[in-house]
């Protein structure tokens, strides 16, 4: 007994709850409006783009922060930023709240950031500035890109917050 509940009580409680979670899961991705999210081409077209811009920026990052280091993905910084990242990619297949909601910053805040970085570049100095113009370029790009379909999206007309 533990608060006055025997042990068996709460495990069943539990269960359910888990039960009653994956029943709700399954019966939103047997909706026809989740299975016209993860068929529209847009929506992934952005998705898709938002994340490699986001890639991008932690390159650019890495290299402002630590440069001449070699193979970026070899700095311990690069994972604690990208594993997160795709730890978001794969949540968004669920097209969640937050999954979207960090979509939508990610797309509003990668270009600032990019050019945040860029300045910085040049105010320090850096050697090969060339990396932090290509990155910004592909990242407006790619945010531009990403904006455009995100606007013919079915997930900006009835995505989560809809």
Known sequence: MRFGRCETCVKGRKATIRATKSQNRAARRQSPEWRKLRNDVPTFVAS????????????????????????????????????????WAVALGSYG??????????????????????????????????????????????????????SKSALRVQGPFR
Not at 56 to 77: E, H, R
Not at 112 to 119: A, E, N, Q
Not at 130 to 143: E, H, K, S, W, Y
């Open 48 to 87: 898709v783009c938002v994340y490699l811009a986001s890639v991008s920026v932690i390159v650019a990052l890495l290299g402002l922060v630590a440069p001449n280091t070699g193979f970026p993905m070899g700095q311990p910084l690069f994972w604690v930023l990208a594993v997160p990242l795709t730890f």
């Open 97 to 150: 709240p937050v999954s979207v909601a960090i979509f939508r910053g990610l797309m509003i805040a990668d270009v600032p950031v990019i050019l945040i970085i860029l300045g910085c570049a040049f105010a320090k100095g850096a050697g090969g500035v060339g990396l932090f113009v290509g990155a910004a370029v592909v990242t407006i790009l790619l945010v531009g890109i990403a904006a455009f379909f995100y």
